[in-house]
């Protein structure tokens, strides 16, 4: 006989998922013990809030294919995680949060800290559960890995009640659960194919989670080898590499217009993986025209028709697809290479951004990083117009990876690149933040120092919530209200959690600030002063004001 918490941690070593982040609280004190009585098999990340918590678990399951875990007590711990729920959910990543509850007998009481999750995740989780009894607990979570890897990735909400954790069982864990991808009906493919043969300008999106590196190396052959034009949606460039000649660049936020003449001169579109997105429809004003023929290809049929109708609908997971389409034969044109070459050599004009006012160009520094980072590279972000920088202006390589939120949450950059470094030790994570965005979980830098993870972090500080006083400018010219920063010594702060920190003032410095940064064995902060004069990369709040008029 052994407790429901004990039991809980076995249930998830056995599933292969022997690290969680969190922050402890009363309400499943039996699950930290549980911890505890595992040793070495099991770590457990405390965090310092629990809305970093949930991003590292996020950035866990898009990095590992198997649901990151998240722990956090009721009420106001479930509260705060809520962001990475929603970000795992847009991103279609597979996470399964775990929320200490009141007991059993207090539910319905408005007891202490007492919420419906059902209600309060209902929207955006896959499914959200609530432990009964301390024997269905590997039921539960085996049922709960299998929903989180399942059709269209996502997260998945389970709460334990305090009795349930406590509660002695003799129920033992259940078996891996590992879920198999759906293949492509041999006729869909067989259409597919036909229809790709006919185009003299196909177009190949490709999004969505549970990507593998096979999946990733079929894509790219089958792009290259039928001369097909590849364009990842928001935040997923690494799934192809960037440097083909047939990446033709992101449909993303700020889509830029070679892009978006792309999509809309593709005759065929072959969509796999992709939800259709605001970003990526351009708000749902791409994908309009009847004389394109489109082809959707996903793993959960939910995601046929909700945004755009396809000619042919093919319901099976991306990495299937890829395979089956990769050994049929499209075949390649000259007028088809033509097309790519072209969309190709117009992606690259777009990569180059002028160069900016102020001491510290970063049109210069990310050339810099271009020819400078390791071929492993993890680079994440959090949200705001600083991310253009490693969203529009960096390509990426076969071997690294790009963890974004797809939802626009601020603060996820630095806990993602914790994630990443917990998870592969040996590899460079650069994170991409804001000052505004930074300052929403900054305090992860004590995670980071504790669970010896050790990123590089790039803060881009203009002094202001930038992405919004844009649409100020834009909108409301010369009225500005919130959207300017006072912000602390950002190198400081960094030395006092234990971190390498410099102030980085003039672009010639960078590059030797970057190599003290990579030498520090503790992760470092480089503050780099930007110029609060541009909004974005390629305009200026006075371009912007005079725009308006």
């Keep these: 006989m052994i407790s429901g918490g004990h039991l809980l941690i076995q249930c998830l070593i056995e599933q292969g998922a022997a690290t969680a982040f969190g922050v402890p609280g009363e309400s499943y004190l039996a699950a930290l013990d549980g911890m505890n009585e595992a040793g070495d098999a099991f770590r457990f990340v405390t965090t310092r809030n629990e809305a970093g918590a949930s991003f590292m678990a996020e950035a866990w399951g898009k990095l590992t294919g198997r649901p990151g875990i998240c722990f956090v007590t009721r009420g106001p711990g479930a509260t705060n995680a809520s962001i990475g729920v929603h970000t795992a959910a847009q991103n279609s990543t597979p996470m399964i949060l775990f929320i200490g509850q009141v007991p059993t007998h207090h539910r319905g009481k408005e007891a202490f800290q007492e919420m419906d999750y059902n209600m309060f995740f209902g929207s955006v989780a896959k499914r959200t559960v609530e432990v009964l009894s301390a024997s269905d607990l590997p039921e539960v979570v085996a049922s709960a890995f299998a929903i989180a890897m399942s059709e269209r990735p996502g997260p998945v909400v389970v709460s334990l009640p305090e009795d349930v954790l406590a509660d002695e069982t003799d129920a033992t864990p259940l078996g891996r659960v590992d879920v198999a991808e759906r293949t492509p009906a041999i006729e869909d493919v067989n259409w597919a194919v036909e229809l790709m043969r006919m185009a003299e300008r196909p177009l190949v999106l490709v999004g969505g989670g549970l990507w593998t590196d096979q999946g990733r190396d079929d894509l790219q052959a089958m792009a290259e080898t039928n001369a097909l034009a590849v364009s990842p949606v928001f935040r997923f460039h690494d799934l192809m590499d960037n440097h083909s000649p047939s990446y033709v660049g992101e449909a993303g936020v700020g889509m830029p217009v070679v892009v978006k003449e792309t999509i809309l001169t593709a005759d065929v579109v072959l969509a796999i993986g992709i939800r259709f997105g605001e970003m990526t429809t351009a708000g749902y004003t791409l994908f309009t025209d009847p004389d394109q023929t489109l082809i959707h290809a996903h793993a959960s049929e939910a995601e046929f028709g909700k945004i755009v109708q396809p000619t042919l609908a093919i319901h099976a997971g991306p990495n299937e697809t890829v395979s089956a389409l990769r050994r049929a034969n499209i075949g390649a044109t000259p007028q088809r290479r033509r097309w790519v070459e072209a969309r190709r050599a117009a992606f690259e004009t777009s990569i180059e951004f002028p160069h900016q006012p102020g001491d510290l160009d970063m049109s210069v520094v990310m050339k810099w990083l271009r020819e400078n980072l390791p071929d492993d590279v993890i680079i994440t972000n959090g949200a705001g117009n600083f991310s253009i920088w490693n969203n529009k202006s960096f390509l990426y390589g076969p071997g690294m990876r790009l963890l974004g939120p797809q939802n626009g949450a601020m603060g996820y950059g630095l806990p993602a690149a914790i994630a ?82 410099e102030t980085v003032t003039e672009t010639g410095a960078f590059p030797q600030a970057f190599a003290r940064a990579a030498e520090s064995s503790t992760g470092a902060v480089l503050d780099l002063i930007v110029s609060p004069d541009m909004l974005t990369p390629t305009q200026s709040i006075d371009q912007a004001r005079r725009a308006h008029t």
Excluded: W
């Design 420 to 501: 990443a470094k917990v998870l592969f030790p040996n590899r460079m994570a650069v994170a991409f933040v804001g000052d505004g965005d930074f300052q929403m979980n900054c305090q992860e830098l004590g995670a980071a120092f504790q669970a010896h993870a050790t990123p590089i972090v790039l803060v881009i500080n203009n002094g202001s919530y930038g992405t919004i006083r844009m649409h100020q400018e834009r909108t409301y010219p010369h009225r500005v209200a919130g959207t300017e920063l006072i912000n602390p010594d950002f190198a400081a702060l960094a030395r006092a959690y234990g971190f390498y920190g």
